[in-house]
């Protein structure tokens, strides 16, 4: 029994040494370029952004693009709220992308809920984590025509990665991040990850 246990040690020894191998790449290849204060940042100057150009809340709506939309959504609704003492409406666009949507950049989203609230005369503030082809922002600007005839439609991004296939620009935007195709961003948030981070790799 000892001479088994001493022949699994130098076993043992590889394994450790490849997950220390493993979590050092890990980290070297993985740049994390905003911290929870960075992101609470570009929120809070989102939502003074949104005040400002819109000269206060009255009719605006602001609906948060699931999944990582919707908690950016609620942040800013509550910055605002502590800014200007009013309660603005939130909701959800809920847009499916293709299994292979990341191969086939031609593919468009789904929409799966249809907006179930007037948004007739209103000013419209989609949010999004990362805005990339604009193909995810032009699905959820369908989903909002198609319940009604908004005075304006918005767009607020915490990350604008470039890319675009469609002519569209964020009105608001947390950070301007220029990449390569081949890079992935990935936005974690407390709500749904359990931690504030931005990350490339």
Known sequence: MASWS??????LIVV?????????LRGELMKVLMDEKAIGRALTRIAHEIIEKN???????????KTRGVPLANRIVKRIKSFEGVDVPVGTVDITFYRDDLQKKSLS????????????GKTIVLVDDV???GRTCRAAIDAVMDAGRPQKVQFASLIDRGHRELPLIPDY???NLPTSKNEVVHVKLQEVDGEDTVQII
């Not at 450790?16 to 050092?24: A, G, N």
């Not at 989203?109 to 007739?120: C, E, H, K």
């Open 6 to 11: 001493a022949s699994r040690k130098p076993f």
């Open 16 to 24: 450790e040494v490849l997950h220390t191998i493993k979590d050092y």
């Open 55 to 65: 000269k206060g809340v009255e009719d605006v709506v602001i609906l948060g693009i």
């Open 109 to 120: 989203p789904t929409i799966n809920n249809p907006l179930d609230f007037d948004v007739a």
């Open 131 to 133: 805005i990339y082809t």
């Open 173 to 175: 935007v947390g950070k």
